[in-house]
């Protein structure tokens, strides 16, 4: 009889640590994985103040204002100097800075906006994942030149002065015209009107093209004449899974 309890006493001691480490249970020796770390994210800041003239209005100026404050705070980031330092053609490095600016920046708030005797003044402040950025600009720099898309462009007929997304999902393109385009005339150069037309790339994740659109520099009805140094906006709606963008011109 007592060697029978001593074998039932055994039994029931197995049963335990045997449900106790179905469980998980303290002491059963299994425990959860832990989770994930979450991404490090780091805090960068940039401002930029900027006196405006005919015929730029005070809301273009403020656009343009916010977004040179960020491009200020992208250029002063440690992993973006790092990760440039060996980068000396200016046109890629601003096209680094449009991909991060447009697809890599989180927690994105102005601090600080002003304007006093025609002059503007902003200051924000975002996150960034070192780890990120630094894939970002590692992938453009094995891009290659041949592969290269324009960022914030220039040509004979126009100026691209800034990008912006806004809260409802569009991209907004502040353009400057910098010779007369006259959409009317029928002996308008072909070519020229060809070079007035704002385009803009759409890329998910992995660097990869999802679509494309163009459209003409009107800032009204189709029609209006342009005149050298008359400001503009044009806006673009995001497609699905939208990771950057970058807006160019044709040369």
Known sequence: MQRQRARMGRWRIALAVTVGCGLGLPGSGWSQPAPPAQPERVEIVGDYRYTYHDPMSLAEATHLAYTEAVRMAIDRSRPFLDGTRAVTDPARLTQMRQ?????????????????????????????????????????????????????????????????????D?????????????????????????????????????????????????????????????????QTFRKPPRTRSYQAWLVK
């Open 169 to 233: 999902g569009t991209v907004a393109v502040v353009f400057k015209a910098l010779q007369r385009l006259d959409w009317l005339t029928t002996a308008y150069d072909g070519s020229l009107r060809e070079h007035a037309d704002i385009m803009i790339d759409f890329y998910d994740d992995h660097g990869v093209p999802i679509s494309s659109d163009r459209v003409p520099a009107r800032t009204a009805a189709p029609g209006e004449v342009l005149n050298p140094g008359q400001i503009g906006a």
């Open 99 to 167: 991909i991060i600016a447009s697809g890599y920046l989180k927690d994105v708030q102005v601090l600080e906006q002003a304007d006093h005797d025609r002059t503007v003044y902003a200051k924000v402040r975002a996150t960034i994942d070192p780890q990120e950025v630094t894939a970002v600009i590692q992938r453009e720099i094995h891009r290659g030149p041949d592969k290269d898309a324009p960022g914030l462009d220039q040509n004979r007929a126009l100026k691209i002065l800034s990008v912006r997304e806004d809260a």
